[in-house]
């Protein structure tokens, strides 16, 4: 296993994405052990609700994941079905939210409770708000599967705070450069 920048080992996560991702391989008969062993992570590890992990873990097995299933948006499915309470203390702010507005603070304040290798912003322009989500400069992981689910997720909750079909105008990745 390639060695973690300097640093980044000690980088925490809830590892939420890690056990959505488990779970749904499980779901259809994927043997996971493999890339649990590749990334680093034990089952036991992902089934402590209240522990954490690494952030290099994490995203080593979401990658490795969607590599094995021959599945380039595996994040995209996870995030699809996933039970948005899953997201934990991100869903609940959200979701007691009076605004769109404070539910983006919210997500910006706090995301870094739930994984220390993001940053969260939100910039406002002329009725407009743009929620950013960055890594920290100096963790050179692999983190694209991790970073689309993310975005998903958010997409779903904050549909689900308000009951309407909010919908973002632009989600961009730096990873690819690609604009969804």
Do not use: C
Not at 41 to 68: D, K, M, P, T
Not at 160 to 172: G, P
Request: glycine letters at 8%; zero cysteines.
């Amino acid at each position: 296993m390639e060695s973690a920048p300097r640093g980044s080992a000690f980088l925490w996560t809830r590892g939420y994405a890690a056990r959505e991702t488990l779970g749904y391989l499980d779901r259809r008969g994927i043997d996971t052990e493999p890339l649990l062993l590749e990334a680093g992570l034990s089952r036991r590890q992902l089934a402590q609700e209240r522990g954490g992990i690494s952030v290099v873990s994490q995203y080593r097995f979401l990658e490795h994941a969607a590599i094995v299933t021959n599945d380039s948006v595996l994040r995209l499915h996870v995030a699809a079905e996933m039970e948005l309470r899953a997201g934990g203390i991100l869903f609940y702010l959200a979701a007691s939210s009076a605004t769109i507005s404070e539910a983006l603070d919210n997500l910006a304040r706090y995301i870094a409770t739930t994984n220390e290798a993001l940053v969260g912003g939100v910039l406002r322009s002329e009725g407009e708000a743009a929620l950013t989500v960055r890594p920290i400069p100096k963790l050179d992981e692999p983190r694209r599967q991790h970073s689309e689910f993310i975005s998903l997720w958010i997409m779903r909750t904050l549909r689900s705070a308000t009951s309407r079909d909010f919908t973002a105008s632009l989600i961009t990745f730096a990873h690819s450069g690609a604009r969804i």
